[in-house]
């Protein structure tokens, strides 16, 4: 199915139907998350990997390590010193604060 990239947060968040809403901190190292849906902000940090969607913004902490296997509504913030592998969908932008940044997928933001 085609979505126009303009539609695609929008067709992120109706996809999430009830997900979980609010801002989200992840302080768990070594973690994974298999399949979540976060339908607000959320914080990454550690050594991880995500596998699902957030449907908000996701930060990436600094001095964190992280893969994202999934999508991302809105925009992706990496903070200094942070690597970060996305092997999905940024519906916004990235915003690189002087991490490390790897994208396997796309980018919709302008």
Same mark, same amino acid.
């Given at each position: 199915?085609?979505?126009?990239?303009?539609?695609?947060?929008?067709?992120?968040?109706?996809?999430?139907?009830?997900?979980?809403?609010?801002?989200?901190?992840?302080?768990?190292?070594?973690?994974?998350?298999?399949?979540?849906?976060?339908?607000?902000?959320?914080?990454?940090?550690?050594?991880? #990997?995500?596998? *699902? $969607? !957030? /449907? &908000?913004?996701?930060? =990436?902490?600094? +001095? @964190?390590? %992280? #893969?994202?296997? *999934? $999508? !991302? /509504? &809105?925009?992706?913030? =990496?903070?200094? +010193? @942070?690597? %970060? #592998?996305?092997? *999905?969908?940024? /519906? &916004?932008?990235?915003?690189?604060?002087? +991490?490390?940044?790897?994208?396997?997928?796309?980018?919709? /933001?302008?």
């Amino acid at each position: 199915m085609f979505v126009p990239r303009h539609a695609l947060p929008l067709a992120l968040l109706m996809a999430m139907g009830g997900a979980l809403a609010g801002c989200h901190h992840d302080g768990t190292p070594d973690a994974a998350a298999n399949g979540t849906t976060i339908g607000g902000d959320y914080r990454l940090e550690g050594k991880r #990997t995500f596998r *699902g $969607m !957030i /449907g &908000g913004n996701a930060t =990436v902490a600094a +001095g @964190a390590d %992280v #893969t994202i296997a *999934g $999508m !991302i /509504g &809105g925009d992706l913030i =990496v903070e200094q +010193g @942070a690597r %970060v #592998t996305v092997k *999905g969908l940024v /519906g &916004g932008r990235i915003i690189n604060n002087g +991490g490390q940044v790897d994208v396997r997928g796309a980018v919709g /933001g302008a």
